[in-house]
């Protein structure tokens, strides 16, 4: 069986227009559609984001949901524990998380000559790590 080229995550959230506009906004995703979902799951509005070749879908039900997901870092516990997100410019990125009041779990580290990371946490509280190119001494 051949798989296919992308692969799309989903976030349950209790405030869509809040997390959406993060990564709308701050991170720079491109909103590419708003549905109604009901019947196999429970009524709610999902939100597509395009994030290069994959999608990230964000559903808030009508209903709010029992728990929250646990939260802590990626090695705090086993399952989906983080999103990357590449960008262009992880300085910028970082600023733009900043000035939106965006929490940094890790501060820009740089991997090795051409490689950088950092880590932030999205407005639910989603740990997110910001991957670019490391920055140049001038």
């Given at each position: ?21 993060f ?9 590419v ?51 990357t ?54």
């Amino acid at each position: 069986m051949r798989m296919g080229r992308s692969l799309d995550v989903a976030i349950v959230t209790r405030s869509s227009s809040r997390l959406v506009g993060f990564y709308r906004e701050v991170l720079g995703l491109e909103v590419v559609g708003e549905i109604r979902v009901s019947g196999a799951v429970p009524d709610g509005l999902l939100t597509r984001l395009s994030a290069g070749g994959s999608t990230l879908k964000i559903l808030q039900f009508d209903a709010e949901p029992g728990e929250d997901a646990p939260r802590g870092a990626p090695a705090d516990a086993t399952g989906l524990r983080y999103l990357t997100v590449g960008v262009e410019d992880l300085v910028t990125a970082l600023k733009a998380c900043g000035d939106a009041g965006i929490e940094v779990a890790l501060p820009l580290t740089v991997l090795n000559a051409d490689l950088a990371i950092a880590f932030v946490h999205d407005p639910d509280g989603n740990v997110v790590e910001l991957v670019g190119p490391a920055p140049q001494d001038p």
